[in-house]
């Protein structure tokens, strides 16, 4: 890679990192539906991933949870009735989405958008679903209460929600790496010379 194209894929980086997080976190309603709002950090995460590998996937997730801890890092109530904030939550979970879309990365797996809705939708449903039993255990347990959030209204009012928005949204991101980069033609030439010649098929749009 030549330091241009270097310096050009550090810098498309840094502007989606920049312009998804701040976008989410300024215009939230913007992307909004049946009370869900569209998880830009995230998807970005598993689709930057699985289009381009972990390596460089690792490196924007980094940058995108330090960001989701400092703006919107959940709170958790404490034993003492006081509201604290978390640190390290968001990366680690923005982290997990980026490990997941890179397993999507295979060369048996033509990458495609189908490829791409898959990881990011099912990415989105076991962060739902696992969110949902951490809270309920924690709920009972802390607090020896129970959620109140049943699981049929949790599916129909949060995941389905979360999961059309994160389609839309991952589709769209998709076709802005594809056709924007970080890498021109949006192929990761990394990739390409790692495998060889022989495996570089799955790696075409």
């Excluded at 797996?109 to 951490?134: D, F």
Aim: charged share 10%; aromatic share 14%.
């Amino acid at each position: 890679m030549t330091k241009a194209a270097r310096a050009r894929k550090i810098i498309v980086y840094i502007l989606y990192v920049l312009i998804l997080s701040c976008f989410q976190v300024s215009f939230p309603d913007i992307l909004s539906f049946h009370g869900q709002i569209a998880d830009l950090m995230f998807v970005f995460a598993v689709v930057s991933s699985y289009m381009f590998g972990f390596r460089d996937g690792y490196i924007v997730c980094i940058f995108l949870g330090i960001i989701r801890d400092y703006f919107s890092g959940p709170s958790i109530i404490g034993l003492d009735g006081n509201v604290t904030s978390t640190i390290g939550i968001g990366m680690l979970v923005i982290f997990l989405a980026g490990f997941w879309g890179s397993i999507f990365l295979t060369k048996r797996l033509n990458r495609s958008v189908l490829i791409v809705i898959g990881a990011v939708e099912s990415a989105t449903l076991i962060y739902k679903v696992m969110g949902y039993v951490l809270i309920k255990l924690g709920t009972s347990i802390l607090y020896g209460k129970t959620y109140s959030l049943g699981f049929g209204d949790f599916l129909l009012n949060s995941v389905l929600p979360q999961l059309l928005l994160n389609l839309v949204v991952a589709v769209i991101i998709y076709f802005m790496l594809i056709f924007i980069g970080p890498y021109r033609r949006g192929s990761n030439p990394n990739l390409i010379n790692e495998k060889g010649n022989d495996d570089t098929q799955w790696l075409t749009s």
